[in-house]
């Protein structure tokens, strides 16, 4: 139980920290959040094992007048930086160390689904919160190529902050 408490905690505290230093700061000192706090918050949100939904600072930092390109360009490359840290940490998981977590058959038909159906996976989970970032994680344990992960990864980031920023512009120009 003590273990399973200091797994949720810890990242949780972790998370919280750095959220609260880098933005606290800056509203401490009366300054607007400045684009290398926002970088520094969506990189570690990437990371699997701290899983924040980083998606909803796009909006704030758009209202704070940051160009939409710009949060799509450093969203998406600390983002990637990230799942290729947690695509790493994946990949270095032996094939015993799996075994003994979900068994040679179970893993062997999992690593067939995921060879199939991996790449549309790793799009389709890259459009959503807080799932990309483990995905990448499970493509490492299993092998799958890093430049195919890679390649969906980007197109997924790519899609689903083109669409955070267009709908903020949009709902902006409604309320305008």
């Known amino acids: 139980m003590k273990k399973r408490l200091v797994r949720v905690v810890l990242p ?24 290398s706090s926002f ?27 940051y160009a939409g390109g710009t949060l799509i360009f450093i969203a998406v490359s600390t983002a990637i930086a990230a799942e290729v840290i947690d695509y790493c940490i994946g990949r ?15 893993y062997m038909r999992f690593k067939d689904s995921v060879n199939k159906w991996g790449g549309w996976a790793i799009l389709f989970f890259n459009l959503f919160p807080l799932s990309s970032s483990v995905l990448s994680l499970v493509a490492g344990m299993m092998r799958y190529s890093a430049r195919r992960a890679l390649l969906y990864s980007v197109a997924g980031l790519t899609l689903k902050y083109f669409t955070i920023v267009y709908l903020f512009d949009l709902v902006s120009s409604w309320l305008a």
Do not use: N, W
Not at 42 to 64: S, T
Not at 92 to 106: E, F, N, P, T
């Open 12 to 35: 949780a505290a972790i998370a919280i920290a750095l959220v609260g230093y880098t933005l606290g700061q800056e509203m401490l000192a009366g300054r607007s959040p400045s684009l």
């Open 92 to 106: 270095a998981v032996s094939d015993r160390v799996i075994y003994d977590l979900i068994g040679k058959v179970r």
């Open 39 to 65: 970088a520094l918050i969506h990189f570690a949100g990437y990371l699997f094992f701290l899983l924040m939904p980083v998606e909803a600072l796009v909006p704030i930092y758009q209202a704070e007048g």
